[in-house]
């Protein structure tokens, strides 16, 4: 797990410990595992930190050691939920040969799925809003804090530029993904394919009319017949469902 969900964490809202030893650490991470499960098996408000305790293996003086409560843990767990996304996405951009800005869209769509899919704790909590949705930032709301990652990324790899009107279309553009996903996930265990696929044209056709190209990473954009830009590139949208 990177040691980045930790120091933001600790930045806003420090641990009653900080876990200095392998040992100690890989406590931390059982109790927001722990946590994170029983969230999405129980509920926050039936979640108590003796079962979290519990489910973690230690005592309940060991989690007092680290958090003064459970909304502290779920806190530290939102935190580490998007430490996680922020690396996989930021991975994923420099590893791949992407051309074009929507490709790092629909990426960034597909590793929320996939951590939806295979993380049961990242699907309840995300990335805070069950407690607050400040928890993040308390200048800014948790949807805001994602969209400022993603613009920032835009950005830095491809020159799109980061205007309050690219930022207001992504955070329209998360809110709208997360309640998709969600009605991905009603509809079969491991997420309707249809639905996100269709989830992944909508948005990034709603993200194609904000971009601005200006920046050092500038791309020259595919041209549709009739001079705008066709959102969804050479070979047409479908082209994203076959990097699940």
């Not at 491809?158 to 279309?169: I, W």
């Not at 909508?202 to 954009?221: C, D, F, K, P, S």
Request: proline fraction near 5%; include cysteine.
């Amino acid at each position: 797990m990177p040691d980045a969900w930790l120091a933001e964490h600790s930045a806003t809202e420090p641990l009653r410990r900080l876990p200095s030893q392998q040992r100690s650490r890989q406590r931390v991470e059982r109790i927001l595992d722990a946590a994170g499960e029983l969230v999405a098996e129980r509920g926050y408000e039936a979640t108590t930190t003796s079962l979290i305790a519990r489910r973690a293996r230690v005592s309940p003086g060991s989690f007092y050691q680290f958090f003064a409560d459970k909304r502290a843990a779920v806190k530290a767990l939102s935190a580490r939920n998007l430490a996680v996304f922020a690396e996989r996405l930021d991975a994923a951009v420099v590893e791949a040969d992407f051309t074009h800005w929507y490709d790092a869209v629909d990426v960034a769509f597909d590793i929320y799925v996939d951590l939806c899919r295979h993380h049961p704790g990242f699907r309840a909590v995300r990335f805070g809003d069950i407690v607050d949705t400040h928890l993040l930032d308390p200048t800014q709301d948790n949807d805001s804090v994602v969209a400022g990652r993603v613009a920032n990324l835009l950005y830095a790899r491809f020159g799109v530029l980061d205007t309050p009107a690219l930022r207001l279309a992504l955070l329209t553009t998360t809110k709208v993904a997360d309640a998709l996903i969600k009605f991905a996930f009603s509809r079969d265990p491991q997420g309707d394919e249809e639905v996100l696929l269709q989830g992944r044209r909508m948005l990034r056709i709603h993200l194609e009319g904000y971009v601005q190209l200006g920046g050092a990473g500038a791309e020259t954009e595919p041209v549709a017949p009739g001079g705008s830009v066709d959102p969804a590139g050479v070979g047409g949208a479908a082209g994203g469902a076959g990097r699940r």
